[in-house]
């Protein structure tokens, strides 16, 4: 019977090679650049009979605190530099095992929702979720967890406008939602992800270009046939005649790019 305990192991036996992820040097580096002790859970090794330990959740935690052993007047943590603490596990007789307890661990992983991510960004006072929030009441179209028909009334594309701050921040959001609110809430494709974010391609192109007219694009934009609805179905027969992937902005922004002219 496998059991688990908590003891301080060194950096140099404890091995990242098998059946892990890839390592993302981006991923460790943000890790280190970010370090909050209160924010580090212990990894997860596995005790080889062989002697050593193998990670089996936390692997780009351990790279990290490889690099930060290489700066000793820097070592955040209390035990000597070049040795964490970690949750052991004992018994465990094969590799195969192993494994199976990665993927178990990574099943049981819940990972936080858009909606949550945002609820909980609000509360931290997070620039991203204020102005996301900002950009959506400004316009009167409220955000919603889940929608079990989509509708024009509500919003539960939080990844979409997430995507649109990282490209222009606020201004790109208020510039999108604009657009947006000029659409009638009754085209239930107007809140649909996909078609935001190709929105707000085309108007940061229009910007950096210094071509893009607000008042103009909505002008053509509402006209009957350049509704949302006829957007989204325009953007299917492009994904499918070119190859564009449908689940994606860019058949939506040559539609678009299109219709604005």
């Known amino acids: 019977m496998p059991t688990l305990t908590t003891q301080t192991v060194a950096l140099a036996d404890i091995s990242t090679n098998g059946y ?3 390592r993302k040097d981006s991923h460790v580096d943000s890790i280190v650049n970010g370090f909050d002790i209160t924010q580090w859970n212990l990894p997860k ?4 009979r062989k002697g050593g330990y193998r990670v089996v959740l936390g692997q780009h935690r351990v790279e990290a605190a ?3 052993a290489s700066t000793p007047a820097k070592w955040p943590f209390p035990t000597p530099v070049g040795e964490i603490e970690c949750s052991v596990v004992h ?3 094969t590799e195969e095992e192993e494994a199976r307890l990665f993927l178990a661990d990574d099943r049981n992983t819940k990972r936080l929702s858009p909606y949550d991510r945002h609820h909980a960004g609000l ?4 620039p991203r979720a204020l102005d996301v929030q900002g950009a959506v009441d400004t316009v009167g179209i409220p955000i919603v967890h889940k929608q079990r028909h989509q509708n024009g009334k509500s919003l539960s594309a939080i990844g979409a406008l997430n995507n649109v701050w990282g490209m222009g921040g ?3 959001l208020d510039e999108t939602m604009a657009v947006v609110a000029s659409w009638p809430d009754s085209d239930h494709k107007r809140t649909e992800g996909y078609l935001i974010g190709g929105l707000a391609t085309v108007i940061a192109e229009g ?5 893009w007219d607000r008042k103009k694009a909505i002008r053509r934009l509402t006209r009957a046939h350049n509704l949302p609805v006829n957007i989204y179905g325009e953007a299917m027969k492009i994904a499918a005649g070119t190859g564009l992937a449908f689940n994606s902005y860019h058949p939506y922004a040559a539609v678009l790019r299109k219709q604005i002219g």
Do not use: C, H, I, N
């Open 20 to 22: 892990q992820r890839d």
């Open 45 to 48: 090794v596995v005790a080889s």
């Open 66 to 68: 490889r690099v930060l």
């Open 91 to 93: 018994g465990l007789k």
């Open 123 to 126: 509360v931290a006072k997070e």
């Open 170 to 172: 606020r201004a790109l």
């Open 207 to 211: 910007q950096t270009a210094g071509t």
